[in-house]
Structure formats: structure tokens, C-alpha cells
């Protein structure tokens, strides 16, 4: 009973206090196992600091001991077999003999060590003075006795020297290997104490977890299963946890939260298509890189839209006057054929806003919505424009007093918006390609687009007659009809140019009255034809074009005089230097020495119109 009641009171703290409880718990016990887990570690670090420091050392100071030893006895052989001058050896080794035995001496710790130690100390103390003896012999020159010393007393106390320092050497091999023993064991003792109390410790916190968590659970189990409803799309449900605490108050949050997400369901479902379907548009018209493509993305937009909504789009022309059908959806592909014919007709692109009308019979609606052919309809009409400019009106009909949903209409506004910005994008474009690459006087291309095009034809091995033009006396019918006059005469020049080439040529205006023409797959005898049908044809023109008479002079030149169009072009250039000079209103082909230098050769028309009367300068 006592322990049923400590539970419930348990289960009726808040979470937090749950929490902390558990939280204590497990402090206490992590507590309690870093005490042990400390003592064990420094019992540990404890016995591996004295193999380290103690063991260790002592058993490699004896090493030292008895390999001093070895040197001390090999280089005492070496000064009693003749080699006076190994003394010094030897007494270089007596000193690192001492200093061995001195680390043996400071690293002895119990008696028995102690003993070994005096003892080695006693020996090698003994060891030197016999070999006083034997050094002594040898100056006075008794080898014999030298070497009876050496081989008697002397080795005898070798022996028990390196005796002596072997059993110490044992002694400390077997204390260093007893330590290392030891540790082993603590390390074992230390694991297994370590791994008894982390179990402990283990069962208890996951005892206290598992009380904590259900006393959690519970009640939140409950309220998942009521989110989990709600997720799957039924936000009808309640949920009622029965309590007080945190889940209680979580759980009435839970329900006006439900309350709200209905009121806001159909908002956001509404939300995300428009979203989707203004993504997928913008996409379809990045993708449209010319003016048709943009038209089939709209016409695809308004089918996804509604598919049985007829719909079309009214494009203004490039005098911005007329408004005409460029696409259309609906029964068999037919649009709602609206009669409007400028955009300054239609009401929405004169209001620059959408408009929406209901029926066709009401006072206001638009009057080009009365009288069609299907009878009464309603509308909805959006301008489309660029920049603040308009460039015409998306228009979509439905039945009478049915105007389409305010999705679609909403849809619509944003097909109109999107393709008019789409639409002026390209037509920007492609004014801007245009007015890079044309001189703005003529309309001809400009004279870097004319080399990049007739180079590229030039590399590619397509042959050509390159005709350099020049307006006579140009100066002279500027100073005289005018600024205006000379522009007139220009710009007939280049209709006359462009009436008598075709597609693959390539003309421009090269500079002021100067003018360059291609003849594609032609060589000079061809440019030279070419030149004269074009002689005559201005003649025509000049006669019936309104402007003072004048003449041009032409020299030609083909694609055979050199790879480099810089060079051809200075073969035609020098041509018609001298077809001016020749009396002007005449053509000269150029030729080449046997040498390879370019000279003019004439192939002359007899001139005589205009200003040609006159002998001037020559390159005017």
C-alpha cells in the first residue's frame, strides 16, 4: 500500500519534478561510480609510477653494472697484452664502471640489494688494486708476474665482481616482473569492480528510466495518437489526457490547435498549388528562348489552369496600334475570338489592372464581350506589359453569370504578368542583338559584325567576291542639299544593296559613305556582275527615290588574293581608288602581279551622271 501510494504521488509531480528525480538519481550513482572508478585509478597509477620509476631503473642500472664490467675487464686484456697505450681505455672505463655503480648503489632499496651492492663496491674496490699490481709489474718490466696477477687473484675477482652484479641484475628482473604482476592483477580487480558497479549503476538508472519515461508516456501516448489522426488529414478529433500537469495543458494547446489548422487547411492547400503553379511556370518560361516557345508555355499554363476554360492571348504589333490572336486554348483549340483591335480598346489595358466581369448583359460590362456568337458570357480580361508598358490582354470567358473560379483568375494574372515580363525580355534581346550588330543610319550590318561573319566564311573555305562601294562627290551633295539629303542618299544606297543580294551575301555599311558587300560563292568576274546589276539598279532607284542624283564607284576583289580578309580588302580598297580616279561611276576588279602585289585591273563602265562631270579629287 505504502509503496502503490509513493508510486501515485510519483506519477502526479509535474515533468519536471520527474525529471529532476530521475536526474538526482543518476547523479548520485555517476557520483558514487567516479569515486570508485578514482580509487581504483589511483591505486593503478600508483603501482605503474614504482615500475617506471623504481623497477624499471634498477634493473637497467644492474645491465650498466655488468656491462661496465665487461669493458672494464676487456680493456685491462688489451693494456696486459702489449698495448701500453690502452691504459687510458681502461681507466675510461674504471669511471663508467663507478658511475654504474654508482645508480646501483642510490637505485638498491631492500637489504639483500643493499648487501650486493657493498658487496660489488667491496670487489671492485679489491679488483682495482690488483690491478695496481699488474701495472706496477709491467713498468718494471715483469710481464710474468703481470700476467700470473692477471690470471690468478685478478680473474677470480672478476668473477665474483660480475657474479655479484648478474644475481643483482636477477634480483631486480624479478622484483620489475612481480610489480608487473601485481598491476595486472589491480587492473583486473579494478575492471571487474568497474564493470559490477557500472551494471549496478546501469540497472538502476534504466529501473528509474523506465518509471520516468511511463509516468511520461502515458499520457503523451494519448495525445500522439490524436496528433497521429490529425496528421493523417482528420482534424476533427479531441484529446483528453485526465490531468493537471504539463501533458494536460500541452494537450488543450493541442486542441485549439486543431481548431485553428482547419480555418487554415484550405488556405494553405490553395496556397501551395498557386505556389507550384507559379514555380512551374516561371521554369517553363526560363526555358522559352524565343517568342513562340513563350507562347506555347502560356498556352499550356492556361490549360493547367482550367482545362475547359477557352482562353487567349491578344498581342499588340510593332506599331503598338493593333492587337491580334498569337495563342489560344479551348473547344478544338479555338479562343474566345475577342473582337478588340488596339490595345487602347480593352478596358484592362487602358485600367492596367485584371477585370472581371459577370455577365455580358450588365450595364457595365465591356462592350466587346455583347453580342458574340455563344450568347451571353462572362470574362475575365488581364493586361499583360512590360515595364509599365503594355503589350496586350490574356482573355478568358466562361459561361453567362459563371465567371472562371478566383483561382484561375488569380492564375491568369500571373500567367499575364509572367509571360509579359518573359515576352519583353526577348523582345529586348533581340532589339539589342540588332542594334549591336547594324549600322542605325541603314540598317546594314556595321563593319565589326560584317568582318566576323566574313571571316567565319572566309575559315570555313567558302569563296567570295568582296565589292567595296563609295558614294561620288559625297561631301559635295552634303554641303549642298543638306545633312538630311546625304542621309537619304545613304539610306536608298542600302535599299539598293539589299534588293539586289541574297541570303547567304553580306553587306554593311563599312564607314560614312563606304560600303562592303560579300558575294558569297562568287569570284572577282562574279563580284564584278554583281557590281554592275547593282550600278543600275541605283541608277533606278536614285531616279525615282526623291534625292539628288549621284553615283557610286565600286572596286571588287575575290577571296584567291590572300587568306587574310585585311589584305583582300586592301585589294578592293585600292580598286576603287582607282575606279574614283578612272572618272567615278565605274567598276575596277582587281588583279595581282606575278610578284603577288596587288595592282588594279580595270574592267571600266562609262560614267558621267551627277557630279561625275567634275575631276576632283579622286578619293571623294
Known amino acids: 500500500m505504502r509503496r502503490?501510494?509513493?508510486?501515485?504521488?510519483?506519477?502526479?509531480?509535474?515533468?519536471?519534478?520527474?525529471?529532476?528525480?530521475?536526474?538526482?538519481?543518476a547523479a548520485s550513482l555517476l557520483v558514487a561510480?567516479?569515486?570508485?572508478?578514482?580509487?581504483?585509478?589511483?591505486?593503478?597509477?600508483?603501482?605503474?609510477?614504482?615500475?617506471?620509476?623504481?623497477?624499471?631503473?634498477?634493473?637497467?642500472?644492474?645491465?650498466?653494472?655488468?656491462s661496465a664490467a665487461g669493458r672494464l675487464r676487456a680493456t685491462q686484456n688489451a693494456y696486459l697484452l702489449g698495448a701500453g697505450d690502452a691504459r687510458p681505455d681502461f681507466e675510461a672505463a674504471a669511471k663508467d664502471f663507478e658511475t654504474a655503480l654508482g645508480l646501483l648503489q642510490r637505485r638498491s632499496s631492500s637489504p639483500t640489494e643493499v648487501a650486493l651492492a657493498s658487496k660489488i663496491t667491496s670487489g671492485y674496490q679489491t679488483y682495482l688494486s690488483i690491478d695496481q699490481l699488474i701495472?706496477?709489474?709491467?713498468?718494471?718490466?715483469?710481464?710474468?708476474?703481470?700476467?700470473?696477477?692477471?690470471?690468478?687473484?685478478?680473474?677470480?675477482?672478476?668473477?665474483?665482481?660480475?657474479?655479484?652484479?648478474?644475481?643483482?641484475?636477477?634480483?631486480?628482473?624479478?622484483?620489475?616482473?612481480?610489480?608487473?604482476?601485481?598491476?595486472?592483477?589491480?587492473?583486473?580487480?579494478?575492471?571487474r569492480a568497474g564493470m559490477a558497479i557500472g551494471g549496478i549503476t546501469l540497472s538502476l538508472v534504466l529501473a528509474m528510466s523506465v518509471f520516468i519515461a511511463r509516468a511520461i508516456r502515458d499520457p503523451l501516448a494519448r495525445l500522439?495518437?490524436?496528433?497521429?489522426?490529425?496528421?493523417?488529414?482528420?482534424?476533427?478529433?479531441?484529446?483528453?489526457?485526465?490531468?493537471?500537469?504539463?501533458?494536460?495543458?500541452?494537450?488543450e494547446v493541442f486542441n485549439t490547435m486543431l481548431d485553428n489548422l482547419r480555418?487554415?487547411?484550405?488556405?494553405?492547400?490553395?496556397?501551395?498549388?498557386?505556389?507550384?503553379?507559379?514555380?512551374?511556370?516561371?521554369?517553363a518560361l526560363e526555358m522559352a528562348d524565343d517568342e513562340e516557345s513563350v507562347l506555347r508555355a502560356v498556352e499550356r499554363a492556361v490549360i493547367a489552369l482550367d482545362p475547359g476554360v477557352p482562353a487567349e492571348l491578344l498581342l499588340a504589333d510593332s506599331s503598338k496600334a493593333h492587337l491580334t490572336a498569337a495563342a489560344a486554348v479551348g473547344p478544338d483549340g479555338v479562343g474566345p475570338g475577342c473582337p478588340v483591335e488596339s490595345p487602347w480598346g480593352c478596358i484592362a489595358v487602358r485600367n492596367g489592372r485584371t477585370m472581371t466581369f459577370s455577365s455580358s448583359d450588365k450595364i457595365d460590362a465591356c462592350p466587346k464581350l455583347r453580342d458574340r456568337p455563344g450568347?451571353?458570357?462572362?470574362?475575365?480580361c488581364v493586361p499583360v506589359s512590360f515595364m509599365g508598358r503594355a503589350i496586350g490582354v490574356l482573355h478568358a470567358t466562361g459561361p453567362d453569370k459563371q465567371p472562371p473560379a478566383a483561382a484561375t483568375a488569380e492564375g491568369l494574372g500571373t500567367v499575364g504578368s509572367q509571360a509579359g515580363t518573359r515576352l519583353g525580355m526577348i523582345r529586348s534581346f533581340e532589339r539589342t542583338q540588332v542594334q549591336a550588330s547594324t549600322d542605325g543610319l541603314t540598317g546594314l550590318l556595321n563593319r565589326r559584325s560584317f568582318e566576323t561573319r566574313v571571316r567565319a566564311m572566309h575559315r570555313g573555305g567558302v569563296p567570295f567576291a568582296l565589292v567595296m562601294a563609295d558614294l561620288d562627290h559625297f561631301k559635295r551633295l552634303n554641303d549642298t542639299f543638306g545633312h538630311d539629303a546625304g542621309d537619304?542618299?545613304?539610306?536608298?544606297?542600302?535599299?539598293?544593296?539589299?534588293?539586289?543580294?541574297?541570303p547567304d551575301d553580306v553587306a554593311s555599311r563599312y564607314g560614312g559613305e563606304e560600303f562592303l558587300i560579300a558575294f558569297s560563292g562568287a569570284d572577282a568576274a562574279a563580284g564584278a556582275e554583281a557590281a554592275e546589276r547593282l550600278r543600275r539598279a541605283l541608277a533606278t532607284n536614285v531616279a525615282t527615290g526623291g534625292t539628288p542624283v549621284f553615283t557610286a564607284s565600286f572596286g571588287v576583289a575575290d577571296s584567291g588574293h590572300s587568306p587574310a580578309l585585311d589584305a583582300i580588302v586592301r585589294a578592293a580598297d585600292a580598286a576603287l581608288?582607282?575606279?574614283?580616279?578612272?572618272?567615278?561611276?565605274?567598276?575596277?576588279?582587281?588583279?595581282?602581279?606575278?610578284?603577288?602585289?596587288v595592282m588594279p585591273r580595270l574592267a571600266v563602265v562609262p560614267g558621267g551622271l551627277g557630279f561625275d562631270a567634275h575631276h576632283d579629287d579622286p578619293l571623294e
Not at 504521488?9 to 530521475?22: I, Y
Not at 500522439?224 to 489526457?241: C, N
Not at 537619304?488 to 541574297?502: G, P
Open 135 to 191: 701495472w706496477e709489474a709491467l713498468q718494471a718490466g715483469n710481464t710474468d708476474k703481470a700476467v700470473q696477477l692477471a690470471l690468478g687473484a685478478e680473474s677470480l675477482g672478476y668473477e665474483s665482481l660480475i657474479t655479484d652484479a648478474e644475481m643483482f641484475s636477477s634480483l631486480a628482473q624479478r622484483e620489475q616482473a612481480a610489480a608487473a604482476t601485481n598491476f595486472r592483477s589491480q587492473a583486473a580487480r579494478s575492471r
Open 224 to 251: 500522439e495518437e490524436a496528433a497521429q489522426r490529425a496528421a493523417s488529414g482528420d482534424l476533427a478529433g479531441r484529446v483528453d489526457v485526465g490531468s493537471a500537469d504539463e501533458t494536460g495543458r500541452l494537450a
Open 577 to 597: 581608288y582607282e575606279a574614283k580616279h578612272q572618272g567615278r561611276d565605274r567598276i575596277v576588279v582587281s588583279g595581282a602581279t606575278p610578284e603577288g602585289e
Open 263 to 283: 480555418r487554415r487547411e484550405a488556405l494553405l492547400a490553395a496556397e501551395a498549388r498557386r505556389q507550384d503553379f507559379d514555380a512551374e511556370l516561371h521554369r
Open 488 to 502: 537619304k542618299a545613304l539610306r536608298v544606297f542600302a535599299q539598293t544593296v539589299r534588293d539586289c543580294t541574297r
Open 4 to 25: 502503490g501510494r509513493l508510486l501515485a504521488r510519483l506519477r502526479d509531480l509535474s515533468v519536471g519534478r520527474k525529471l529532476l528525480a530521475g536526474f538526482g538519481v
Open 33 to 66: 561510480v567516479l569515486a570508485v572508478d578514482r580509487a581504483s585509478v589511483v591505486g593503478l597509477s600508483a603501482s605503474a609510477r614504482w615500475i617506471t620509476d623504481e623497477a624499471v631503473p634498477k634493473a637497467q642500472a644492474a645491465d650498466d653494472v655488468r
Open 375 to 380: 450568347g451571353p458570357c462572362s470574362a475575365v
